[in-house]
């Protein structure tokens, strides 16, 4: 998906500067349009204090679940993009698998989304990563549901939902969730 959208962006810069008269003028023109884009890609992204937005998608063993089976039920939970070939999410993965272990016990839950389209190396990497929570896909990549819903444009992406189901902060990476979390529970 983001590939998709830099190909089209540059598309429209060409197009611009071939429709458009020379001149010092046009890389104005062309710096406020890609602002506009940009802006706009910013603003699809929910922002924090908003509830969730409930999605179906299935587990490891093909099954349907709502989102909303896992989020505003009381507890702290991280929703985490990731995929099993993202070099910098299986980096990141051990940061989030020390978070589950140390705040699990006292309510904290993960639900990882997939942006994977196979299954087999979506199932391997959760096995080969020690990734012991909730997991879903839709398997369709970047042209995921949930990437597009949650505005997801590069990985690995997390959301922190509290227990009412409000999206309280995003992207919480390396010793940021850890100090997140800390505060929360009070440590």
Known sequence: ???KSIIAMAACVVLAACTSQ???GNQTGIKAFLSSIF???E???PAKGVPFTDLVLFDTESEY???SDY????????VDFWASW???CRAEMPNVVAAYKKYHDKGFDIVGISLDKNQG??????ADLDMPWHHLSDLQGWNSIAAAVYGIDAIPASLLVNPDGEIVARDLRGSALGNKLATIYGE
């Open 86 to 88: 993202c070099g910098p």
């Open 22 to 24: 020379a001149g010092a």
């Open 71 to 78: 989020l505003g039920k009381g507890n702290w939970v991280l």
């Open 121 to 126: 190396a979506w199932v391997k990497a959760i």
């Open 39 to 41: 802006s706009r890609q």
């Open 1 to 3: 998906m983001r590939f």
């Open 43 to 45: 603003q699809a992204k």
């Open 65 to 67: 679940h709502h989102l």
